[in-house]
């Protein structure tokens, strides 16, 4: 595969992802119950490019939707994605959108940074 082909692959995966942010935010006439099967698929297939391309934000992009084992309680500080998906929400109105439109975003500019990486990673794997 050329690196434009996956830099293009990652550029639709940015736009996708800024689709289904604007669900959760209330920005679009899709259903809110499609955003947990949009953000599944998306977080799968954004999740390998991220773990292939750059194993050193790998950590952090999983931290923005998986629960964190030794969290204590739930607060704006500690709430996810997976919350979000599981039906938690926090106590006061439109919170829990926010904070979940905020670590999309957060993942959204991971990925998005990736395409300055795809040259470098792949020549490297080239050379080995």
């Not at 194993?55 to 931290?63: A, G, I, L, P, W």
Request: with cysteine.
């Amino acid at each position: 595969m050329k690196y434009e082909n996956i830099i293009n692959e990652i550029k639709l995966l940015v736009e996708e992802g800024y689709k289904i942010q604007s669900i959760v935010k209330g920005e679009t006439e899709e259903p809110a119950n499609s955003f947990v099967l949009d953000y599944q698929d998306w977080y799968t297939k954004s999740l390998l490019v991220v773990k292939f391309l750059a194993s050193d934000r790998y950590d952090e992009f999983k931290s923005y939707y998986e629960i964190n084992t030794k969290r204590k309680s739930i607060s704006t500080t500690t709430y996810v994605i997976q919350d979000y998906c599981m039906g938690v929400v926090l106590t006061k109105e439109g919170v829990s959108e926010m904070k979940v439109a905020h670590n999309i975003n957060s993942q959204l500019l991971i990925l998005g940074s990736l395409t300055s990486r795809v040259d470098s990673v792949l020549s490297n794997i080239e050379l080995e």
